[in-house]
């Protein structure tokens, strides 16, 4: 929703005042000047970027017209979620949690929660761990090293499409530039035409570099900077997680451990102690 106001509040207040100082939309209507920067733009994306990176910044780019789905709800399943596990282990033993793990979807515990289910680096993540916590005899801090480094290399996959948009971002303005010179180069052939068709043919030229411009500033840089909080939200899951599964190897006792995960969120989606408790009970 946001996306949506906020475009249409930059599309608004330029064309607005375009219009209010006497301009003419049908001059910005320039299709060839939109061929030329955007075919260029959208090869030097391809060139530039691996084919799992065009995926991911095709599925961003959906995901910031849909929301995102890392909001309060989901992190209050996840650490309901881990609660359930850290809980069942501690009353029934590490061995009672296996079958569970090492068949997330056929569990009775997982399954109560499909938001978990549908992310599925995170539910390897959570599974992962815990199969090491019940087959091996792993130090505190060696597990939490280990956690440390994959979550460092998750953040870096999270920001590569955003950092890509952005590259994208920066090289619009100059082939704003590049449409403009052609335009420019045109309008030679028109020297012998009258001032008439070579304003015409030179305000066509300037289209180009506005469209850059605008698109570079006015929506790709800041869909590339929405892109980076989406991967900061989703990262703050595995920080919650990591956080609960250390606390639970430590000694804490299930309520305690997820009180480590819950204040590693953010504290705009960090649920309420109480709330978080009621939930867990609901569950």
Same mark, same amino acid.
């Given at each position: 929703?946001?996306?949506?106001?906020?475009?249409?509040?930059?599309?608004?207040?330029?064309?607005?005042?375009?219009?209010?100082?006497?301009?003419?939309?049908?001059?910005?209507?320039?299709?060839?000047?939109?061929?030329?920067?955007?075919?260029?733009?959208?090869?030097?994306?391809?060139?530039?970027?691996?084919?799992?990176?065009?995926?991911?910044?095709?599925?961003?780019?959906?995901?910031?017209?849909?929301?995102?789905?890392?909001?309060?709800?989901?992190?209050? *399943?996840?650490?309901?979620?881990?609660?359930?596990?850290? *809980?069942? +282990?501690?009353?029934?033993?590490?061995?009672?949690?296996?079958?569970?793990?090492?068949?997330?979807?056929?569990?009775?515990?997982?399954?109560?929660?499909?938001?978990?289910?549908?992310?599925?680096?995170?539910?390897?993540?959570?599974? *992962?761990?815990?199969?090491?916590? +019940?087959?091996?005899?792993?130090?505190?801090?060696?597990?939490?090293?280990?956690?440390?480094?994959?979550?460092?290399?998750?953040?870096?996959?999270?920001?590569?499409?955003?950092?890509?948009?952005?590259?994208?971002?920066?090289?619009?303005?100059?082939?704003?530039?590049?449409?403009?010179?052609?335009?420019?180069?045109?309008?030679?052939?028109?020297?012998?035409?009258?001032?008439?068709?070579?304003?015409?043919?030179?305000?066509?030229?300037?289209?180009?570099?506005?469209?850059?411009?605008?698109?570079?500033?006015?929506?790709?840089?800041?869909?590339?900077?929405?892109?980076?909080?989406?991967?900061?939200?989703?990262?703050?899951?595995?920080?919650?997680?990591?956080?609960?599964?250390?606390?639970?190897?430590?000694?804490?006792?299930?309520?305690?451990?997820?009180?480590?995960?819950?204040?590693?969120?953010?504290?705009?989606?960090?649920?309420?102690?109480?709330?978080?408790? *009621?939930?867990?009970?609901?569950?």
């Amino acid at each position: 929703m946001l996306l949506i106001v906020g475009s249409i509040i930059v599309l608004a207040s330029v064309l607005t005042g375009y219009v209010l100082h006497g301009g003419n939309l049908m001059v910005l209507w320039q299709p060839t000047e939109v061929l030329i920067i955007f075919g260029a733009a959208l090869g030097s994306f391809i060139i530039a970027n691996p084919m799992h990176t065009l995926k991911e910044v095709f599925g961003r780019g959906i995901q910031l017209l849909t929301g995102s789905p890392y909001k309060k709800a989901f992190y209050m *399943d996840l650490l309901s979620l881990l609660y359930e596990i850290f *809980d069942k +282990s501690r009353k029934q033993g590490v061995m009672a949690i296996e079958e569970d793990i090492d068949n997330p979807e056929s569990s009775q515990i997982f399954s109560r929660y499909p938001a978990i289910m549908k992310s599925k680096e995170l539910l390897a993540f959570i599974t *992962d761990y815990l199969r090491i916590i +019940s087959s091996g005899n792993m130090a505190t801090h060696e597990l939490e090293g280990m956690m440390e480094n994959e979550i460092d290399s998750r953040q870096h996959e999270l920001e590569e499409p955003a950092h890509a948009v952005n590259k994208i971002a920066d090289a619009l303005p100059g082939l704003g530039i590049v449409a403009a010179v052609l335009g420019i180069v045109i309008t030679m052939n028109f020297l012998t035409e009258g001032p008439e068709k070579i304003g015409l043919s030179v305000a066509a030229a300037l289209v180009g570099t506005f469209l850059g411009i605008f698109m570079g500033y006015g929506f790709v840089g800041p869909a590339s900077i929405a892109m980076e909080h989406a991967a900061k939200y989703e990262l703050k899951a595995y920080e919650c997680v990591k956080s609960s599964i250390v606390a639970t190897v430590s000694g804490q006792a299930p309520q305690m451990a997820i009180e480590f995960g819950r204040k590693a969120l953010p504290t705009d989606k960090r649920p309420g102690f109480q709330e978080l408790n *009621d939930h867990v009970r609901s569950k």
